[in-house]
């Protein structure tokens, strides 16, 4: 079964910190994706990331960075030089490849708060 | 130019009554889902269809009915509404070829904040 632990639920830095956010997931699939969206305090859902099974080439855009790792089963997510728009909730989240038409099993998510 | 809408974006209602959410898709996407965010923040698959048809459906009450127009649209019907049924649902939408599930970014609507007195 598929599982998603996002296991700090609060993350609290001053701007200009880095900031990393951890998650690790559980699945018996050899072809899955893995994917990170942020909620800001305004609610909407906003895609970050996609990143294969395949494809552990790590990813920087911008001040984001991803780190991805089969080998723990880990997908962190970095924002370097934290501003207080940055302050939102973080979600990390899975799909399988076959027989799930896409189901996207979602972390608890993070919350951070960047204050000035 | 908005690409996934939702409507209302607030819903507050007594319990016991019936109450539909509707959601529309400008992407040409196949798929259509619906999420429920409890209180907690949490974020669970409630439906999924794909041209139409009814893909996914997890453990739902089937008090909730989602109901697919056309594969633009992606509407969620709650009869006897429940206190426990407070909370925020997102529609999202993907294209999602055959044989390649998974693979495609969800793109979300807004979502629909529920309140049941």
């Known amino acids: 079964a598929q599982k998603v632990t996002q296991a700090q639920t609060e993350i609290s830095v001053v701007e200009k910190e880095d900031v990393t956010l951890d998650c690790v997931y559980e699945t018996r699939d050899t072809t899955y994706y893995l994917f990170w969206y942020k909620q800001p305090p305004s609610g909407e859902l906003v895609f970050l990331i996609r990143?294969?099974?395949?494809?552990?080439q790590n990813e920087i855009s911008g001040r984001y960075s991803w780190n991805f790792q089969k080998s723990t089963s880990s997908f962190n997510f970095t924002i370097t030089a934290s501003q207080v728009v940055d302050s939102a909730v973080y979600f990390c989240a899975l799909s399988d490849a076959l027989g799930s038409w896409g189901k996207l099993q979602f972390g608890a998510g993070t919350q951070v708060v960047v204050t000035p | 130019d908005t690409a996934v809408s939702q409507t209302p974006k607030y819903l507050v209602t007594q319990m016991g009554n019936d109450k539909s959410i509707k959601c529309e898709q400008n992407?040409?996407?196949?798929?259509m889902y619906w999420y429920k965010q409890d209180s907690k923040k949490f974020l669970k698959i409630m439906f999924s269809?794909?041209?139409?048809?009814?893909?996914i459906n997890e453990t739902v009450p089937n008090r909730f009915s989602p109901k697919s127009p056309d594969k633009a649209h992606l509407n969620l019907h709650i009869n006897s509404l429940e206190l426990g049924d407070s909370a925020v649902y997102f529609c999202?939408?993907?294209?999602?070829?055959?044989?390649?599930?998974?693979?495609?970014?969800?793109?979300f609507g807004p979502g629909t904040r529920l309140l049941v007195l």
């Open positions: 999202a939408s993907s294209l999602i070829p055959p044989g390649l599930a998974g693979q495609e970014t969800q793109y």
């Open positions: 990143r294969n099974s395949f494809d552990e």
């Open positions: 992407l040409g996407h196949d798929t």
């Open positions: 269809y794909n041209n139409k048809e009814l893909i």
